[in-house]
């Protein structure tokens, strides 16, 4: 190996020690490219934070348009978009289609320019409702039925008189009661409307008719019986009723809360109530307390 070495530094031909390269440069520019703050000194100027991004606008969900029509009726945007999710037929609904129905519900339906936010809110299918084959036909049935303050129940006027009302009508009808009394019981109580019949009104009719063995009549009488939840309010206070040996009228049974039927429970043990008649009906045995009325919502 010596030898080798001499004869190469004889001959001025050693190699070169090889040297790394060095990548600082390399590595400072692409810190600078990616983070130009990251490597600010005393002797470099900090580069400027990028300007925050512009607030974008709300994206309503209906065309702008009609949207505009809604928003001078006094619709909020909010209720623009849970009303497109709950009819998504609304997303092509021209305008002149709903200024019409906005028109015929204030001009024809008597509903205050000022309310129909609200009525809008809680049905916002009356916007995609035809007037000619759904609207105004509902609305000369309900006023021939005799349903008062139509103006507060405009809500109805998208449900088909053939597929919704009539039916709930004959339904009541199936049970016994007269064609004249069922449409008694729809104009004094028009919410029946918005029962489903077989997954709300029939259940609690056979239950009434079979476990807890009544007539009809109670529900000509007292047609909210279809309001209360069957599993919750009806059958649980029926069950206790019958424990002691008590029948209620199902005003009394039904509309006081926990607290206020239990009382009453415990202190008619044994006696008879009231009749519908009686003056004491009233006075001590429909106690509807404030927020305790369990109520089912319309299917």
Not at 48 to 75: F, H, I, S, T
Not at 94 to 106: C, H, K, S, Y
Not at 231 to 246: K, M, N, S
Request: contains cysteine; glycine residues 6%; charged residues 25%.
């Amino acid at each position: 190996m010596e030898e080798l070495l001499l004869r190469h530094a004889a001959h001025g031909s050693l190699p070169r020690p090889v040297v790394p390269r060095r990548r600082t440069l390399r590595v400072a520019a692409v810190a600078l490219r990616t983070r130009p703050t990251s490597l600010a000194g005393p002797g470099l100027a900090r580069a400027p934070a990028p300007a925050p991004a512009p607030a974008a606008e709300p994206v309503l969900p209906v065309a702008a348009d009609a949207a505009a029509v809604l928003l001078a009726a006094g619709v909020p945007p909010a209720d623009l978009r849970r009303a497109a999710g709950m009819c998504p037929e609304l997303l092509s609904v021209p305008a002149e289609a709903i200024a019409d129905v906005l028109r015929f519900l204030t001009d024809e339906a008597g509903v205050p320019a000022d309310d129909l936010p609200r009525v809008l809110r809680r049905r916002p299918r009356l916007l995609v409702s035809p007037i000619a084959s759904r609207l105004r036909p509902t609305l000369y049935f309900l006023r021939a039925l005799g349903v008062p303050d139509l103006h507060r129940r405009a809500d109805l006027l998208s449900f088909s008189v053939e597929d919704k009302l009539l039916p709930r009508i004959e339904f009541l009808e199936s049970l016994g009661l007269p064609p004249r009394a069922a449409r008694s019981m729809a104009r004094r109580f028009p919410a029946l409307f918005g029962y489903g019949v077989d997954g709300n009104m029939r259940p609690k009719a056979e239950y009434l008719l079979g476990d807890m063995a009544r007539d009809a009549d109670e529900l000509f009488e007292f047609p909210e019986y279809f309001s209360y939840a069957l599993a919750t309010r009806i059958a649980p206070r029926h069950e206790a009723c019958a424990a002691r040996g008590v029948r209620l009228p199902l005003p009394a049974m039904l509309r006081p809360g926990d607290a206020k039927f239990r009382a009453t429970l415990a202190g008619c043990v044994g006696s008879t109530p009231p009749r519908r008649r009686s003056p004491l009906w009233y006075a001590s045995w429909v106690d509807d307390d404030t927020g305790a009325v369990a109520m089912e919502g319309t299917v």
